[in-house]
C-alpha cells in the first residue's frame, strides 16, 4: 500500500493526490514542483528518471489521427501567431531564455524577465488551478497571472490535431509519473470540453478572472461547440493562419554563444549529453524514483 491509495482516501484534488504520492509532503511547494515537473515534460519530452514511458514533448514533430502537427513554428519566433494587443499577430521567440536546458533542470528559464520565464510560470501556474492544488494561491504557488485562454491564443488559428497532439503530450506526461489512465482520461475530457470547441460561451476557469472566453481550437475544423457564441469572439470567431516571419527559410540564425536556438534545443533535449541535468532533477526531486517504484 503506497501513498498513492492513502491519497486516494481523502478524496484529494488529482494536484494534491499526485503531490502525495510522488513527493511525499502535499504543500504548496511541493504542488508547485509537480507542476514544473509536469508541464516541463509536456514542452521538452520526458527527461526524468524513471519514467513509465516516453514523451515527444510539444515541440517535436509528430501526428494526431494521421495528420502531421509541428508545433514548434509558434513558439520559436517564426510565425505571427501571438497576441500583444494589437489587430494582428507578431512573432515572439518563447526559448529565448536557454531553452529546454533549465527546464531539464526542473526550472522556468535561466532568468525571470524573458518569454520564456512568463510563458512557463504562466502554464505552472494555470494548470495547478485547473488540477485544483489546493496550495494555489498561497506562498510557494503564485496564482495564475496570464491572459484568457480564447485571447492568447486568438492569433494561432490552432486545428483539432494541433490541439489534439498538445492534449495528447499532456496526457504522455501525466502517465510517464505514473497518473492513473482513469485520472488522465479526466484531465484530457475536461481540456476538451473547456478548450477544444469553437466559439464556445464564457465560462469561469479561473476563479478570480470571473467568466472568461476560453476557445483555444478555433480553426474552422474545430468542433463548433453545442452553446456556441460566435458573436463574442472577434471577427465572429473566424481566424485566419498566421504568416511567417518573412524570409524565415533564408535567414536561419546560426547559434552563437553558449545559449541554444531553438533548433539546436531539439538536439539538446534527446542527446546523451543531459547526464549533467538529470543529476539535478535527482537531487531537487529525491522522492520522486520511489513513489513510483512502488
Ligand atoms: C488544452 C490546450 C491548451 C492549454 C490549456 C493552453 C494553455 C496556455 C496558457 C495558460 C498559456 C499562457 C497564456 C498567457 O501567458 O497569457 C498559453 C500560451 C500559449 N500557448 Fe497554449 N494552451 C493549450 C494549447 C495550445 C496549443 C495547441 C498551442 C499550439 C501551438 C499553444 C500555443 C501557445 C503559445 C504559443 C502560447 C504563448 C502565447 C503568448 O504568450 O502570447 N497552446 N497556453
Ligand atoms: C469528493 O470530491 C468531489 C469533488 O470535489 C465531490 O463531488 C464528492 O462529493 C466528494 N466525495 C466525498 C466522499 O467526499
Ligand atoms: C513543503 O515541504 C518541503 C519538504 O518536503 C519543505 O522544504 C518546504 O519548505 C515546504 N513548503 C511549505 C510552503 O511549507
Ligand atoms: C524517455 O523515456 C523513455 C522510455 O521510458 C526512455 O527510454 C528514455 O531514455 C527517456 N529519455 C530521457 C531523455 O530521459
Ligand atoms: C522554428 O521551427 C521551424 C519548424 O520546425 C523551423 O523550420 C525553423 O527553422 C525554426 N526557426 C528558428 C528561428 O529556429
Ligand atoms: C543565465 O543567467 C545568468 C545570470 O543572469 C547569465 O550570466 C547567463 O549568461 C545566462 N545563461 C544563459 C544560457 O542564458
Known amino acids: 500500500m503506497g501513498s498513492l491509495c492513502a491519497a486516494a482516501a481523502q478524496n484529494m484534488s488529482l494536484c494534491d493526490k499526485y503531490t502525495t504520492a510522488l513527493l511525499t509532503e502535499n504543500n504548496a511547494t511541493n504542488q508547485y514542483i509537480l507542476l514544473t515537473l509536469l508541464v516541463n515534460t509536456v514542452v521538452i519530452g520526458n527527461y526524468t528518471q524513471p519514467n513509465k514511458n516516453a514523451v515527444p514533448g510539444i ?53 525571470t524577465t524573458s518569454n520564456q520565464y512568463f510563458l512557463l510560470t504562466h502554464l505552472y501556474q494555470f494548470f495547478g488551478k485547473l488540477l485544483a492544488c489546493s496550495g494555489y494561491d498561497t506562498m510557494g504557488f503564485p496564482k495564475y497571472s496570464g491572459q484568457d485562454m480564447a485571447s492568447s491564443h486568438a492569433f494561432m488559428d490552432l486545428d483539432p490535431s494541433e490541439f489534439g497532439y498538445f492534449v495528447t503530450q499532456v496526457g504522455l506526461a501525466a502517465t510517464s509519473f505514473g497518473v492513473t489512465t482513469d485520472d488522465v ?17 464564457k465560462v469561469a476557469v479561473i ?40 524570409g524565415i527559410n533564408m535567414t536561419a540564425p546560426s547559434p552563437t554563444g553558449t545559449m541554444p536556438s531553438a533548433t539546436t534545443t531539439g538536439a539538446v533535449m534527446f542527446s546523451g549529453g543531459a547526464s549533467v541535468e538529470r543529476v539535478a532533477v535527482g537531487a531537487i526531486v529525491g522522492g520522486l524514483a520511489l513513489a513510483i517504484a512502488m
Not at 502531421?68 to 520559436?76: A, C, K, M, R, S
Not at 494589437?86 to 526542473?106: I, K, Q, T
Open 207 to 246: 476563479p478570480e478572472m470571473g467568466p472568461t472566453l476560453n476557445s483555444i481550437c478555433q480553426n474552422e475544423k474545430c468542433p463548433l461547440d453545442p452553446n456556441a457564441q460566435c458573436s463574442a469572439y472577434p471577427n465572429n470567431g473566424v481566424t485566419m493562419e498566421p504568416a511567417w516571419v518573412d
Open 59 to 111: 515541440l517535436a514533430k509528430g501526428s494526431y489521427e494521421g495528420e502531421e502537427v509541428d508545433l514548434l513554428p509558434y513558439f520559436n519566433g517564426s510565425l505571427k501567431s501571438n497576441n500583444r494587443g494589437g489587430a494582428s499577430g507578431v512573432a515572439v521567440n518563447f526559448l529565448d531564455d536557454g531553452g529546454a536546458v533549465p527546464l531539464m533542470m526542473n526550472m522556468p528559464a535561466n532568468g
Open 185 to 201: 482520461s479526466t484531465v484530457a475530457t475536461a481540456l476538451q470540453k473547456l478548450f477544444g470547441y469553437r466559439c464556445s460561451p
